[in-house]
């Protein structure tokens, strides 16, 4: 990867951030439209784990990934510390991971 | 979680002051809206740091990933310093590793950063009456992690606090973490032996619990979900990412306001 594209990358990346935070007036966004915004981490976080533990390239597969998915969404229901669900999390993938 | 700090009481506090808080801001929509909400609280300031020190490690499995697809230690740094958005640095470098064009490492990487652009939306009215530079920096660090706590928050200030908090937490470890990572990485091995690929979104999990005590937040998840299952065979990566954020349309057509019909605690659970 060379520099241009690192760099090309972070441009285009802030250009991103900086559109919604910066680009878009505060009273655009009012009303049914921040309650709308406000919604979007619900939304696009789970859809980040699923592609992140569900997926592999363009098919659902269910692996070693999963079952740290299952442990962290059993610990993160009875509010487990933040820690102890990412720990357990990655050390029961690890370890179902070095099983098969 | 940051959230959890304040006590049992704090649920129905997010659900009901959330609400009155975006309409107060909705209402103002001018300079500076008046402080009429509380500051963060030390103990959330502190999880925020717990928080960070966990990404620090995703940021460790990013350098050491970034180094094995044959970026030099000052490119992965570089890159973690100035793209900042861990979900499209950890796509565009998996897609060189994978012997994957430039062009499709773009690609993705970029359909991923799409979401903070919709994060800066969510963040403007709480950045709102701050100077032009103060928010242009605070673009930088308009993330899932900072967005995800501050959205959480009660009202305007808990929310530009827990905002910059957590971005800046975020910020540092992640850059400390990559900088280990791309180092050391020979010392550490490979990160999914260690798992490291299930911690970065069960790290999310956490993050979206708070979201869920309110029904529109865990209808909002649930449609998410189930964008991105439907949408992983049929659409390019990232896209299904950017597709889940319809789903907080449905969230607010279809459920009642949470102050109307919110439950009284996050009894209700997981969707």
């Known amino acids: ?100 | 979680m940051a959230h959890d700090s304040s006590g049992g009481g704090g649920a129905a506090a997010h659900e009901f002051g959330g609400d009155r808080v975006a309409e107060g801001a909705g209402r103002a929509s001018g300079p500076p809206g008046e402080p009429l909400d509380d500051p963060l609280d030390p103990g959330a300031r502190r999880a925020i740091w717990v928080l960070g020190a966990a990404i620090g490690v995703f940021g460790v499995s990013f350098g050491v990933l970034a180094t094995t697809a044959g970026l030099t230690v000052a490119q992965a740094c570089a890159m973690s310093l100035l793209v900042f958005t861990g979900a499209s640095q950890f796509a565009a470098v998996g897609v060189i590793a994978a012997g994957g064009s430039l062009g499709s490492a773009f690609g993705s990487a970029l359909l991923l950063a799409a979401r903070n652009a919709a994060y800066g939306v969510a963040m403007a009215p709480t950045m709102a009456g701050r100077s032009l530079g103060r928010r242009l920096l605070a673009a930088q660090i308009v993330i899932d992690e900072s967005t995800a706590i501050a959205t959480a928050q009660p009202g305007r200030v808990a929310r530009e606090h827990a905002f910059w908090a957590t971005g800046l937490a975020v910020f540092v470890c992640w850059n400390a973490g990559t900088a280990l990572g791309a180092v050391a990485g020979d010392a550490i091995g490979d990160p999914e032996a260690l798992g490291l690929d299930a911690a970065f979104p069960a790290g999310f999990v956490a993050l979206v619990m708070p979201h869920l005590r309110s029904r529109r937040g865990r209808v909002a998840a649930a449609g998410g979900a189930l964008v991105a299952l439907v949408l992983v065979p049929l659409a390019p990566a990232g896209v299904p990412i950017v597709a889940a954020a319809l789903a907080v349309v449905p969230a607010v057509l279809f459920t009642p306001s949470p102050s109307a019909t919110g439950p009284p605690d996050g009894g209700g659970g997981a969707a």
């Open chain 1, 1 to 100: 990867m060379s520099w241009w594209a690192i760099l090309g990358l972070a441009v285009a990346a802030y250009a991103l951030k900086a559109a919604g935070l910066v680009g878009v007036g505060a009273r655009a966004v009012e009303g049914p439209a921040l309650r709308l915004a406000t919604l979007l981490p619900a939304a696009l976080l789970p859809a980040l784990v699923v592609v992140n533990t569900l997926a592999a390239d363009r098919r659902l597969v269910v692996d070693a990934r999963a079952a740290g998915l299952a442990v962290a969404v059993v610990l993160a229901w009875r509010r487990a510390p933040f820690v102890l669900i990412v720990g357990l999390a990655a050390a029961t993938t690890a370890l179902v991971r070095a099983a098969g």
